[in-house]
């Protein structure tokens, strides 16, 4: 055995290793490939064994039992608690897997938390050994061990079937097969992969039985069920009517840090963290290593500089509206245990490794997208089994806030003491009408409650139907099978089959799907054209878009856009932002009502109706009611017209212009999502015949602008590589830099970079244009004082010889707007005003700093000065 115990060590109690030489599971293989094959199995749990115990590690019983039942080739069900060392059986079924040759897969639920095991699998097994599919970026994709969503494995499922180059699969987080909206790619996996092995975990499955003999059957593999551990580090519950500042400051004060305080909002979750910032938190010397851990780290964005602020006092955020480059920076600082309190939604229940002594949960009620409700069981146990640290903490501890109105109620009686006439005056608070509330009964009922059972979500879509058709073989037959033998009662399989085939005609008529007279009698149907692995049809209204696409005119002025506002109909919408779209929009209409002398009464009926942009809301309302005719299923979906790539592209917005604008700081992540979607579908779906060169620059600058906010997935892996090896094009995979050779930096793609200029410049005309003097300033304030423009100055002489400025497609054109000189890593602009008159006599001139926009990850000016008039 050459395994040598590497010098480790834990960083301040948190659960990733720091090694000097980190001795990998890879380093293994050679000794087991060199063992006698009736000895494979013993050379393969020797070597795993030596592995865990190298590393100081003991394993737990369950985790034997679950680990040994995986070399034997079990499919295994692991439903132990939370803190029992699931990861660790995961470890061992890709070290299986890989020492057999074999490929295995592991998913989660949410990306932060592939992300967060893409980098915990480069640790254990080497980055040339691991790969990450996202739907939003694909690293290394040929690699024996690949992180992904579960969405991506089930539609590898769907389109490869059982000869899929899926050897094992490993289902983090199980659960989510009972999510009404998600559910169903938890389940093709297990209807479609029949010589896979499955481990599937979570801490809260309820009766599994069923499942247990539906996999042994599917997969001809005995199925073992591995639960009912006890919790290795018990936890401690409390119910408390203290105000959540107070209960930090005694947790704080009674050693109980790291705290994670649970909130069900990602304002109020930021909003909590801000607040906590008069509290002092951490020591000086603790301040000194957060400010060397952060490093050299860019906070680029508007919340980015609020986070940088919280982190260095010791608090941190976590929650999906986050860029995910800083919630990896917040998960990795809470491993150093140098965060004391860490303010976040719910996600932490879904297995993020943010090692934590303590969970402050604020309420036991929610919104879960439909309605206020109060926790499940399985909510309640999930958020609750983050806290306590195995190895490091005797006991969790899990503390629940009561509802305002009875720490009121207690204050009263505190207040009144033992006196009883006092007490009996008491007025007795109670929640707000409509509020759904809780109490310390329903503490008690959550806290011994056992997990719901889980319940099919199997559902139809055009996505699914793509991508059987595109799969080899009889596809009648395949449909057949997924629709008959999933986990769903016949009623509603019978059901979906109707919908099945409502789908299909859809596709057909859209010219998505024909029949083919030549084609074998059992694969009449065929995909129209050769579909990309990511073809972005996962729309359900993608078909109607398509058709949508031929009343466009390619040669009207609006052509480019209204082919983006076709593809923005059919996305999901990104609430927060279209909210923020309608403010704006009902601000601006106010102030004018206002200064037309219109009264309160009738400004507040007016802007009633006044909501965010809707771009060709009536022509697509009527296009669809038209195609919903000759396909009924596509009213069970709504269209949804609305103007967020298009406003971007109409203002010459960069992504820090949209947060600005839209007051979207907290809700930075899901802006870049929604862009990612678009960036997905507009570059997969839209055919040659309706693309153009303006179409095409769209996406190529729309993709590198995504990539520049937020590359930490990409950026990390390649570090992970090694400092001495440069990472290439054969390291990592095209498809990670949205089509850019180099994705590192942003004058890189020249073709991007020159779009983003020419964007920048149009964007400082419309600004002038509209006389926003402090926009301007705020946009152009990195320049020298020296350097920069008197705007006030510049806009009096202007319209003191010109009426307006005129904005229109042409103002954006190559008549008005000049690059020279771009050789050098300067670059030379002169951008004219368009005025009424055809004077063409005010303009801008600046110099581009190519140096500068690298390292900003946007567009900067060494220079800029307005001459004319």
């Known amino acids: 055995m050459r395994l040598v115990a590497a010098k480790t060590t834990r960083a301040s109690g948190v659960g990733r290793w720091a090694t000097v030489r980190a001795v990998m599971l890879t380093d293994l293989l050679e000794d087991i490939s060199q063992a006698p094959e009736s000895l494979f199995e013993d050379a393969v749990w020797d070597s795993f064994n030596a592995w865990t115990n190298s590393r100081g590690i003991t394993l737990y019983p369950a985790q034997e039992e679950a680990s040994l039942a995986l070399l034997a080739g079990d499919n295994v069900i692991l439903a132990t608690p939370t803190g029992s060392g699931k990861s660790m059986v995961a470890n061992a079924a890709h070290f299986f897997a890989l020492a057999r040759g074999q490929r295995s897969f592991y998913t989660a639920p949410i990306k932060a938390l592939v992300s967060e095991k893409f980098f915990a699998l480069c640790e254990i097994f080497g980055a040339e050994n691991v790969g990450m599919m996202t739907g939003d970026a694909t690293v290394n994709s040929n690699a024996p061990i690949i992180a992904a969503t579960a969405e991506i494995v089930a539609n590898i499922a769907l389109r490869e079937g059982a000869d899929a180059k899926i050897d094992q699969v490993v289902m983090d987080e199980f659960h989510y097969y009972s999510e009404p909206e998600r559910g169903w790619a938890w389940q093709v996996p297990l209807l479609e992969l029949p010589k896979a092995q499955f481990l599937l975990m979570s801490a809260t499955l309820g009766d599994t039985a069923w499942l247990e003999e539906d996999l042994t059957e599917r997969t001809g593999r005995d199925t073992t069920y591995v639960g009912g551990a006890e919790r290795p580090v018990p936890l401690d519950f409390h119910y408390v009517f203290s105000p959540v500042h107070e209960t930090i400051e005694e947790l704080l004060a009674d050693g109980k840090a790291p705290i994670y305080v649970v909130h069900f909002s990602q304002r109020e979750a ?48 976590h929650h999906a509206g986050m860029l995910p480059k800083y919630r990896r920076l917040v998960e990795r600082l809470s491993q150093t245990g140098l965060l004391k309190v860490i303010c976040g939604t719910d996600t932490l229940g879904v297995g993020i490794n943010v090692p934590i002594r303590t969970v402050l949960i604020t309420g036991l009620a929610k919104y879960d997208g439909t309605r ?136 057909i008529n859209a010219g998505v799907v024909e029949r083919t007279p030549d084609s074998p009698a059992y694969r009449p149907y065929t995909l129209t054209q050769e579909l990309d692995r990511d073809f972005a049809l996962n729309q359900p209204l993608s078909p109607f878009a398509l058709a949508f696409l031929t009343l466009l005119d390619p040669e009207s002025e609006t052509y480019t856009l209204d082919v983006i506002s076709a593809f923005e109909a059919i996305l999901d919408d990104p609430r927060q932002l279209l909210q923020a779209q309608q403010t704006a929009a009902r601000g601006e209409e106010i102030a004018a009502l206002k200064a037309e002398g219109v009264d309160y009464t009738e400004r507040m009926a007016i802007i009633e109706d006044v909501t965010y942009p809707k771009p060709l809301a009536d022509e697509l ?76 620059d769209i996406v190529v600058w729309l993709g590198e602008l995504i990539r520049q906010v937020d590359s930490s997935l990409i950026d990390e892996w390649a570090h992970m590589t090694g400092a001495d090896q440069p990472v290439s094009q054969d390291t990592i995979d095209r498809e990670l830099a949205f089509g850019v050779e180099d ?127």
Request: glycine share 6%.
């Open 743 to 869: 994705p590192t930096a942003l004058t890189a793609n020249r073709r991007a970079f020159t779009i983003m200029v020419r964007n920048y410049f149009f964007r400082l005309v419309e600004l002038f244009a509209y006389e926003k003097e402090n926009q301007l300033a705020e946009m152009l304030d990195y320049l020298e004082p020296d350097s920069r423009v008197d705007w006030p100055a510049a806009m009096d002489d202007y319209f003191d010889e010109y009426d307006d400025v005129d904005l229109g497609p042409d103002a954006r054109g190559p008549e008005f707007f000049h690059l020279a000189d771009t050789t050098g890593r300067s670059w030379s602009v002169t951008q004219i005003i368009k005025d009424p008159e055809g004077d063409n006599a005010f303009q801008l001139h600046g110099t581009v700093d190519l140096n500068a926009s690298d390292e900003a990850g946007e567009v900067r000016l060494s220079s800029l000065k307005i001459v004319g008039g």
């Open 270 to 317: 930021t909003e909590r963290a801000q607040a906590l910032t008069s509290m002092s938190i951490i020591t000086a010397e603790e301040k000194t290593r957060i400010a060397e851990e952060i490093g050299d780290f860019r906070f680029t964005t508007t919340f980015g500089k609020t986070l940088s602020k919280l982190l260095r006092r010791g608090i941190g955020v």
């Open 372 to 507: 206020q409700r109060i926790l499940k069981s399985r909510e309640f146990h999930q958020i609750a089994g983050r806290a306590g640290r195995a190895g490091y903490d005797t006991e969790g501890t899990v503390v629940v806030e009561a509802p305002e109105h009875e720490r009121e109620n207690v204050k009263l009686r505190r207040k009144a003491g033992d006196d009883p006439k006092k007490r009996k005056k008491i007025r007795k608070k109670s929640a707000r009408d409509g509020e759904v509330s809780w109490s310390e009964n329903t503490f008690e009922r959550l806290k011994v409650a056992e997990p719901e059972e889980l319940t099919s979500q199997f559902k139809v879509s055009n996505s699914m139907l793509l991508n059987v058709v595109a799969r080899p073989g009889n596809g009648y037959e395949h449909m057949r099978h997924l629709l008959r033998s999933n986990h769903d009662p016949r009623a509603k399989q019978n059901r979906d089959i109707i919908q099945a085939v409502n789908l299909f005609r859809g596709l």
């Open 621 to 696: 309302d009527e296009a669809f009611d038209t195609f919903t005719q000759g396909n009924p299923w596509a009213k069970e979906f709504e269209l949804s017209p609305k103007s967020v790539v298009r406003d971007m592209i109409e203002h010459a917005m960069t992504f820090s212009d949209l947060i600005a604008t839209y007051g979207l700081a907290r809700s930075e992540g899901v802006v870049l999502r929604y862009l990612t979607d678009a960036w997905r579908t507009l570059s997969y779906s839209i055919p040659d015949a309706y693309m153009n060169d303006e179409l095409e």
